[in-house]
């Protein structure tokens, strides 16, 4: 609480005495820093996931899996964590591919979409019928940056920077499908899609099982139970295709097959083949290889969006600052303060008058009065010297959600009330011996001079404060609304000034 004269100021809220940095004298250096930091994590844009997914399906054994594992394959560190793909049915729980900084696998809940266990080895089959394939699925973040969208507005609102979601679903006749005419019931599709994936091997192209499941999808998207960003973009790409000489042919019987069946259903099919062969041994494609084909296959699927896509470049710092919402403005803020560190230097400088601390005050003109209106005579002279201690530190306050918040408590407030707090000590002082004033004081400067004299040069010492040093650098851009030129010469003073004081620090105590 500081004491006003006849008012009480709350400075709930401006002081925070939970750090444990905040007290000691050194370290100014290192808790700015940690103020800075906790800037840039909070201006660090959000990751979210875009609402349109891509799926890959595809039967069992058509190579889903593989294909995964040949797009994640620089993720070398990570490969105990992508997919297995063999001869056997290897998966049984759908995967969510996805970015993140760092790799993880998770299990995950679809009912609460919550994360049931970190995984640090990819789960067997059957490992993984031990969950409901209806319930759970596997969720695997790389830092694979195709699967960055930037700051795209397809289907989701929330804000941030999107990343797609690719979905390696269980083959549709592995057994683990669930049975259901819809295609968007068993996961062959999603609500919201940017692309589909369909993947079957070379020698499986004419299967009449794949056509049906396709011409279900088809349907689903020409009723509008699966919607396509930008129409239907459909990636086929047909694995074990060794002989390249075949590769043409291949491709047209295909395109001449699903576009036949894309005009039965009366659609428009936007489809790009991809013929390839990842060779026996998962590890067996060369690399040159298997980065065209991964380059193509990226290009293929976020072909839909790849005018969006170009956007891409987050927007920088200096453009997100100029943009802050008029409550996040720092000048009035900064004015404010200034304002006050001019009143506490005027206030002090009227502390003093003639030397005096209450000048023409003797105890001659209080003779013959009662305790309390000897009291009362002195208070009132001493104010009409001094003048009102009183200051409004509650609109000084940044909201929780502002990116510097950790910033001003911890440097900005810090260092205006290390310069506000022995002057308030001093006016608390001088109250005290103005309450307790003796009867028997005959030399009332004498009496003063004991008692506040000590606080008076406490607080006069303040100005030799190093802050009023930044405060003066800050006082010509206050008013330019250049507010990320604020920002960056507010922190960089700010890392400067706490340097200095802990240099300053150093060289007192060596
Ligand atoms: N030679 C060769 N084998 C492949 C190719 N694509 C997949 N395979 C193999 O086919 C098997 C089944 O693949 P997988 O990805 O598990 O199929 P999924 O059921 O669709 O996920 C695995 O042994 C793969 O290594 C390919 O292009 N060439
Ligand atoms: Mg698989």
Same mark, same amino acid.
């Given at each position: 609480?500081?004491?006003?004269?006849?008012?009480?100021?709350?400075?709930?809220?401006?002081?925070?005495?939970?750090?444990?940095?905040?007290?000691?004298?050194?370290?100014?250096?290192?808790?700015?820093?940690?103020?800075?930091?906790?800037?840039?994590?909070?201006?660090?844009?959000?990751?979210?996931?875009?609402?349109?997914?891509?799926?890959?399906?595809?039967?069992?054994?058509?190579?889903?899996?593989?294909?995964?594992?040949?797009?994640?394959?620089?993720?070398?560190?990570?490969?105990?964590?992508?997919?297995?793909?063999?001869?056997?049915?290897?998966?049984?729980?759908?995967?969510?591919?996805?970015?993140?900084?760092?790799?993880?696998?998770?299990?995950?809940?679809?009912?609460?979409?919550?994360?049931?266990?970190?995984?640090?080895?990819?789960?067997?089959?059957?490992?993984?019928?031990?969950?409901?394939?209806?319930?759970?699925?596997?969720?695997?973040?790389?830092?694979?940056?195709?699967?960055?969208?930037?700051?795209?507005?397809?289907?989701?609102?929330?804000?941030?920077?999107?990343?797609?979601?690719?979905?390696?679903?269980?083959?549709?006749?592995?057994?683990?499908?669930?049975?259901?005419?819809?295609?968007?019931?068993?996961?062959?599709?999603?609500?919201?899609?940017?692309?589909?994936?369909?993947?079957?091997?070379?020698?499986?192209?004419?299967?009449?099982?794949?056509?049906?499941?396709?011409?279900?999808?088809?349907?689903?998207?020409?009723?509008?139970?699966?919607?396509?960003?930008?129409?239907?973009?459909?990636?086929?790409?047909?694995?074990?295709?060794?002989?390249?000489?075949?590769?043409?042919?291949?491709?047209?019987?295909?395109?001449?097959?699903?576009?036949?069946?894309?005009?039965?259903?009366?659609?428009?099919?936007?489809?790009?083949?991809?013929?390839?062969?990842?060779?026996?041994?998962?590890?067996?494609?060369?690399?040159?290889?298997?980065?065209?084909?991964?380059?193509?296959?990226?290009?293929?699927?976020?072909?839909?969006?790849?005018?969006?896509?170009?956007?891409?470049?987050?927007?920088?710092?200096?453009?997100?600052?100029?943009?802050?919402?008029?409550?996040?403005?720092?000048?009035?803020? #900064?004015? /404010?303060?200034?304002?006050? %560190?001019?009143? $506490?230097? +005027?206030?002090?400088? *009227?502390? @003093?008058?003639?030397? !005096?601390?209450?000048?023409?005050?003797?105890?001659?003109?209080?003779?013959?009065?009662?305790?309390?209106?000897?009291?009362?005579?002195?208070?009132?002279?001493?104010?009409?010297?001094?003048?009102?201690?009183?200051?409004?530190?509650?609109?000084?306050?940044?909201?929780?959600?502002?990116?510097?918040?950790?910033?001003?408590?911890?440097?900005? #407030?810090? /260092?205006?009330?290390?310069? %506000?707090?022995? $002057?308030? +000590?001093?006016?608390? *002082?001088? @109250?005290?011996?103005? !309450?307790?004033?003796?009867?028997?004081?005959?030399?009332?400067?004498?009496?003063?001079?004991?008692?506040?004299?000590?606080?008076?040069?406490?607080?006069?010492?303040?100005?030799?404060?190093?802050?009023?040093?930044?405060?003066?650098?800050?006082?010509?851009?206050?008013?330019?609304?250049?507010?990320?030129?604020?920002?960056?010469?507010?922190?960089?003073?700010?890392?400067?000034?706490?340097?200095?004081?802990?240099?300053?620090?150093?060289?007192?105590?060596?």
């Amino acid at each position: 609480m500081l004491q006003c004269l006849g008012h009480e100021v709350s400075k709930k809220g401006l002081i925070m005495s939970s750090n444990p940095l905040k007290n000691s004298e050194q370290n100014h250096t290192e808790r700015v820093q940690l103020a800075i930091q906790a800037f840039n994590d909070k201006m660090a844009e959000k990751i979210v996931d875009e609402m349109a997914v891509i799926h890959i399906i595809g039967a069992f054994s058509a190579g889903k899996s593989r294909l995964v594992r040949e797009l994640l394959r620089p993720y070398k560190t990570a490969h105990s964590l992508l997919p297995i793909s063999s001869k056997e049915r290897q998966t049984a729980l759908p995967l969510e591919i996805t970015y993140a900084d760092t790799p993880h696998l998770f299990r995950i809940r679809i009912d609460t979409n919550t994360t049931e266990t970190e995984l640090f080895v990819f789960p067997s089959r059957e490992e993984q019928q031990h969950f409901d394939a209806s319930k759970h699925y596997l969720r695997l973040e790389l830092p694979e940056p195709a699967l960055l969208l930037g700051n795209v507005s397809l289907c989701s609102a929330e804000e941030g920077i999107k990343r797609a979601v690719l979905k390696d679903m269980p083959g549709w006749n592995s057994g683990d499908s669930l049975i259901s005419e819809n295609p968007l019931d068993n996961g062959l599709v999603g609500a919201n899609n940017i692309s589909l994936v369909y993947v079957t091997r070379a020698n499986g192209i004419d299967s009449q099982d794949d056509l049906t499941r396709l011409h279900a999808i088809f349907t689903a998207f020409e009723t509008g139970d699966a919607f396509f960003y930008n129409g239907f973009n459909l990636v086929i790409v047909i694995t074990c295709c060794d002989d390249e000489s075949e590769h043409d042919a291949i491709k047209q019987r295909v395109n001449e097959r699903l576009q036949h069946l894309a005009e039965k259903v009366d659609i428009e099919l936007q489809l790009t083949v991809l013929c390839v062969d990842f060779g026996k041994e998962p590890e067996d494609s060369s690399e040159l290889n298997h980065q065209d084909f991964a380059n193509d296959f990226w290009q293929a699927v976020f072909a839909p969006i790849a005018e969006q896509a170009q956007a891409i470049t987050a927007r920088d710092w200096a453009t997100r600052i100029q943009q802050w919402q008029a409550d996040w403005h720092l000048q009035d803020k #900064l004015v /404010q303060s200034l304002q006050i %560190i001019k009143n $506490v230097h +005027a206030f002090i400088g *009227q502390f @003093k008058k003639q030397d !005096q601390f209450i000048a023409n005050m003797n105890s001659t003109r209080l003779l013959g009065l009662s305790d309390q209106d000897r009291i009362e005579k002195v208070q009132a002279a001493w104010l009409k010297q001094v003048g009102q201690w009183q200051f409004d530190f509650e609109s000084l306050h940044l909201t929780d959600d502002h990116p510097l918040t950790q910033w001003w408590q911890d440097y900005w #407030l810090t /260092q205006l009330f290390e310069l %506000i707090n022995p $002057v308030d +000590a001093l006016v608390q *002082q001088m @109250k005290l011996a103005i !309450q307790q004033l003796p009867i028997e004081a005959t030399d009332l400067q004498q009496y003063f001079h004991e008692h506040v004299e000590d606080s008076y040069q406490k607080a006069l010492a303040q100005r030799q404060s190093y802050f009023h040093c930044v405060c003066d650098v800050m006082e010509p851009i206050l008013h330019d609304n250049n507010q990320a030129k604020l920002v960056a010469t507010l922190l960089s003073l700010s890392l400067l000034d706490a340097k200095y004081a802990d240099y300053y620090h150093s060289l007192k105590t060596a």
